[in-house]
């Protein structure tokens, strides 16, 4: 494959996505080929939850899991068709947040590691980041850009908690697979300085 895969992971409220649309913009001006793949196709959300419904899936169940699963594959076959187009994948999360969420909802936190990283396995084949960034947020941002969009936070408290639980797991994961950590808690202009210096160095 001659392409770049650049992925970018973080808890909601991050700023990944907004980091992802930015970094498609600025190589697509620069010249490069890009596309930009998200784990999830937002689109086309009406279609899987009508399959969930339809099939009375379990949120915790294994057919639940698996059925999730499918689509992580389908996005993987895409970044790896653009990849050996010689194009620049930027991704909207990737393996990471599969091994945080699941590890802690569901039906594979009953289940050892080598079950989680054999499904994992099954959808990112060997395909990993040539760049991959984890923007770190505290919980405390998180919610505080939250509540500024206007958001109603029911029990504060218990997001604060679920949050810092997250990141924690994130961030060992982060390191563990050689991620590069990014503070994301400082202002956007020079967060973006940071995460653009990063994709430079592997695009030049």
């Not at 494959?1 to 620069?30: C, H, P, Q, W």
């Not at 930027?90 to 969420?101: E, G, K, N, P």
């Not at 289940?111 to 960034?133: C, D, W």
Request: aromatic share 12%; glycine share 6%; net charge positive.
């Amino acid at each position: 494959m001659n392409g770049i895969l650049i992925a970018v992971e973080g808890i909601d409220g991050s700023g990944k996505s907004t980091f992802v649309r930015y970094l498609e913009d600025k190589l697509k001006k620069e010249g490069h080929r890009v596309v930009r793949i998200a784990t999830r196709e937002i689109e086309k959300e009406s279609i899987f939850q009508a399959v969930i419904d339809g099939y009375t899936l379990d949120c915790h169940s294994p057919a639940y899991m698996f059925f999730f699963q499918v689509l992580h594959a389908h996005k993987a076959d895409c970044a790896k068709r653009a990849l050996k187009e010689g194009k620049i994948v930027v991704a909207d999360r990737w393996d990471l947040s599969f091994f945080v969420y699941h590890e802690n909802f569901g039906f594979f936190t009953k289940e050892p590691n080598e079950l989680r990283e054999g499904v994992s396995r099954l959808a990112f084949g060997e395909l990993r980041p040539h760049l991959g960034i984890y923007l770190d947020v505290s919980a405390g941002k998180v919610l505080d850009r939250r509540t500024r969009r206007g958001e109603i936070i029911s029990n504060l408290e218990a997001e604060r908690k679920f949050y810092t639980k997250v990141a924690v797991d994130y961030r060992l994961l982060a390191q563990r697979h050689g991620w590069t950590i990014v503070n994301a808690n400082d202002e956007f202009e020079q967060v973006w300085r940071t995460v653009w210096k990063l994709v430079q160095e592997v695009v030049k």
